[in-house]
């Protein structure tokens, strides 16, 4: 093969790679997109079985028809920032006399009071609950000749309270763990949220969620429905979800390196770890939803409206005289018309 031969071989294999390399090329761009995840998802998409729970809201929206009656359904949400917080902390306190217990539970309560009073929470504003005062026991074996027996002896007292603080800004309860872990205080119960105004909120949104329905009115009578016309009945319903209901179980996702995997290594996979997350109530299903922009998790008050319209009749109906003939046939076959009227 001469060099020219040669030249023009090798240029046409070259032309032919490049056409085959080509559709490779876009084939794995449409596979890369339809891998690529947006970073804006998070691990909880790989929560396959009830990522779709995450999203489902509470109620739906609604505007049918059934007959000739109209149902129309406003649904409206409010995101409000409590007013205020009571975090509750359990503390259990062990001595070996009475005395000796109530008096170090004191103390411990006492030092916590005052820690928690420099940031800001006065002394009315924490309350001791106290819970229970009673005698701790231990086995003692006692051995006899062809026996043994055990048998319970008092050992101490023990004292169980719960501390109530009433905070009004949601940062402070990071100063307030800290200050009861100085006092071997580990126990957060739980934080309660208080909203002073809680009929405001549902003022405000029947307000809103009535203007809106009188709109979708509008809006159906340009259709053509004689809504104006029509007999209405109509209902409410409200109801608020608290954080402390709506927090919701989460396992972190891990993922073993890829080249142990390659390498046939074993590995032995490390427990993932449970955690919780606040899932507020998805906004996706309702028509209103007031202060959606939110950082710290607030109390959602929620309101549906709803409006049944009974419509006219398109025809209206007649009267039944007047399509109800009485015929006669006489022994003749001949067919008179008889005059039934009152």
């Known amino acids: 093969m001469n060099a020219s031969r040669a030249a023009v071989y090798r240029s046409g294999n070259r032309s032919i790679m490049h056409s085959l390399f080509r559709p490779l090329l876009t084939l794995s761009a449409i596979l890369f997109v339809l891998t690529a995840r947006p970073q804006a998802m998070g691990n909880l998409m790989y929560e396959t079985n009830s990522r779709m729970f ?71 504003d924490v309350f001791t609950d106290m819970l229970s005062f009673i005698p701790v026991y231990e086995i003692e ?3 006899k000749l062809f026996s043994k027996t055990y ?14 603080v009433k905070f009004t800004d949601a940062r402070v309860l990071d100063k307030l763990v800290t200050a ?11 934080v309660d949220f208080f909203v002073e105004k809680q009929s405001s909120c549902y003022d405000t949104l029947r307000i809103f969620a009535t203007k809106l329905l009188q709109q979708k009115l509008d809006n159906f009578a340009k259709l053509g429905l004689k809504v104006e016309e029509s007999h209405r009945t109509a209902a409410e319903k409200n109801n608020a979800y608290f954080p402390l209901d709506r927090y919701t179980a989460y396992q972190s996702r891990t993922q073993s390196s890829l080249n142990s995997r390659r390498k046939g290594q074993l590995v032995n996979d490390v427990k993932k770890s449970n955690t919780l997350f606040y899932n507020k109530v998805p906004y996706g299903n309702f ?40 015929l006669w046939i006489t022994e003749k076959g001949e067919v008179k018309e008889l005059n039934m009227g009152s």
């Open 141 to 143: 074996t006692t051995r």
């Open 54 to 124: 995450y999203q489902q809201a509470e109620q739906t929206v609604k505007a049918t028809i059934q007959g000739n009656v109209l149902v129309l359904e406003v649904n409206a949400m409010m995101n409000m920032k409590a007013d205020s917080y009571l975090a509750i902390f359990n503390v259990t306190q062990l001595g070996q006399s009475a005395v000796e217990a109530d008096s170090l539970m004191n103390a411990r309560v006492g030092r916590f009071t005052d820690r928690v009073k420099k940031h800001g929470v006065k002394e009315a």
């Open 180 to 190: 009861a872990a100085m006092e071997e205080i580990y126990d957060l119960v739980k």
């Open 287 to 326: 028509d209103i939803v007031l202060h959606a922009d939110i950082t710290e998790p607030p109390v959602q008050y929620t309101y549906n409206l709803t409006m049944q319209c009974q419509l006219p009749e398109a025809f209206p109906k007649k009267d039944v005289k007047e399509i109800i003939k009485y």
């Open 151 to 164: 048998q319970e002896v008092p050992a101490g007292f023990e004292i169980q309270k719960n501390i109530h």
